[in-house]
């Protein structure tokens, strides 16, 4: 049998089911993993991919041909990764929070710094991965959307991934734990309040989620109820009762989200306690932080990447900066002793105002933000022939967009630094500026989010060309 299996190679093992939904079972070889940590194996000249399943391991699967593609689902595994471990998390499966839980971590970094080295083959060496010392409670932001089950409990935790099923969690094992205790505590007290969970398919209820921000430098904790209505009832004895419980919270805030849509925040907010806001030191740095503020979630390796990619520049402090997609003003106030003067340039209005105040909270003079599509701003830059010696650049996950890239390659800064959470369009932006003279010059891939498929990755390019 064994031998008949090695010959045959994927031997069609089990067919049922009519031609609408065929369910077909194979044996199938991972032979790669895609960017999001799924397994690649091939099957009639396709690809099949593969939730859970390892590079090397070999498996029954059970395919389902969904227009023109299959996907797999793991039956019976019949070779492990050495690299295969029970997943710590309970919730692993029906969450989809994280998908690469299934691997050491050592198994991990190994997968994504193989990711970004055979992508980044052609311009050179990648460096080892930046790993976390201890890969857990490393958000600093926790999130829980509220509910009720079939039978009226209020239960809270994450919706699952492409779905609206409310999957109940007690502890996140990415989350900080303090935060997660606060949700708890939260959901014990809503019975005794008259608190209702916010109901989707109604529209009806109170609360629909609570987002926990914690400072890990300054240990201070903002707690942001996201409720339906301006009515909060039994307001001062709730927060009275959730203090009492934690009197680690240094403010509660009030957001109000009474439309129909995925986001969490919406537009109205009422400080219920304390100032509204918390602070949080970041390389030596202390910003003030929102509800809204955008700030990085794993600030232990933030600051690593921040001071590799600092480092990539070699600042000697003669230099005009221009720091693309600066969001609350991170990088650009963690360089500004380096540089001569730095323009952080930004298009979403409350981070720019952060930024603003950031700067003046810490009595830097040097930098200053504008807000505006980088783009735009940087066409600016090049039409003025202003000079421009470094410009970092930080984008959201779809990468950059020509004009700016256009704009830079005018612009000739002599380096360059591009910071992205998704290398796929970091690559596709790397082409572009190796077309206009440029050179990569280092690599360096950074876990930012230990468990979950995302990977950082910083590039040094270095102009070629006078
Ligand atoms: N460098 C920051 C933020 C990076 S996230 C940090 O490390 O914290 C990317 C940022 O790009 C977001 O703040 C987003 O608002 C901003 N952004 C998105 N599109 C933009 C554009 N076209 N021009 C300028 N900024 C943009």
Do not use: W
């Not at 932001?141 to 039978?151: H, I, L, V, Y």
């Not at 779905?163 to 959901?187: G, K, M």
């Not at 950031?358 to 830059?381: H, S």
């Not at 700016?404 to 932006?429: G, W």
Request: hydrophobic share 35%; proline share 4%.
């Amino acid at each position: 049998m064994q031998k008949n299996r090695k010959k045959q190679g994927k031997q069609h093992l089990r067919s049922e089911g009519g031609k609408k939904g065929m369910k077909e079972q194979v044996e199938l070889t991972c032979v790669a993993m895609n960017e999001e940590g799924r397994g690649i194996a091939k099957h009639s000249g396709s690809d099949v991919i593969i939730q859970g399943m390892i590079t090397g391991e070999v498996a029954i699967v059970e395919l389902t041909r969904r227009r023109g593609f299959y996907t797999g689902k793991i039956v019976k595994l019949l070779s492990k990764s050495k690299d295969r471990v029970q997943p710590p998390c309970p919730y692993y499966e029906a969450c989809g929070g994280c998908q690469l839980q299934h691997l050491s971590y050592e198994g991990q970094a190994l997968y994504k710094h193989d990711f970004v080295s055979k992508l980044m083959t052609k311009y050179g060496y990648t460096e080892p991965i930046l790993k976390m010392e201890t890969p857990f409670a490393y958000r600093n932001k926790c999130q829980a959307a509220f509910g009720e089950d079939k039978r009226g409990n209020i239960i809270s935790g994450i919706y699952q991934e492409y779905s609206h099923r409310l999957v109940s969690i007690e502890r996140c094992l990415i989350q900080d734990p303090q935060a997660d205790a606060i949700i708890n505590t939260i959901r014990g007290l809503m019975p005794s309040f008259k608190m209702r969970a916010y109901n989707e398919d109604f529209g009806k209820g109170f609360l629909r989620h609570v987002l926990v921000r914690k400072g890990f430098a300054s240990g201070e904790i903002m707690v942001v109820m996201v409720v339906t209505e301006h009515k909060f009832q039994f307001k001062n004895h709730f927060i009275e009762a959730l203090l009492k419980v934690h009197p680690e919270i240094t403010t509660v805030v009030m957001n109000i989200n009474d439309r129909d849509t995925n986001m969490v925040l919406g537009n109205a907010e009422k400080v219920l306690y304390g100032k509204g806001f918390i602070k949080d030191t970041l390389c030596g740095i202390e910003f003030t932080l929102s509800p809204r503020s955008f700030y990085q979630i794993n600030p232990a390796q933030t600051a690593r990447l921040y001071q590799r990619a600092i480092e990539m520049a070699a600042l000697t402090g003669k230099e005009t900066v221009i720091d693309a997609y600066s969001g609350i003003g991170t990088i650009s106030l963690s360089l500004a002793k380096k540089a001569k003067q730095v323009i952080g340039v930004e298009l979403n209005k409350d981070a720019v105002k952060d930024a603003i105040n950031n700067a003046k909270n810490n009595k830097i003079n040097n930098v200053r933000f504008v807000q505006g599509d980088a783009g735009a701003f940087m066409v600016k830059m090049a039409d003025h022939n202003e000079k421009v010696d470094v410009v970092f650049m930080d984008p959201p996950r779809g990468g950059s967009d020509e004009r700016f890239l256009a704009s830079v390659a005018k612009l000739k800064p002599e380096k360059i630094v591009y910071i992205s959470c998704n290398p796929v369009t970091q690559k596709r932006d790397l082409e572009y500026l190796i077309g206009r003279g440029y050179k990569v010059e280092e690599i360096q891939p950074v876990d930012m989010f230990p468990h979950t498929f995302h990977v950082e990755t910083v590039v040094k390019l270095q102009r070629q060309n006078p």
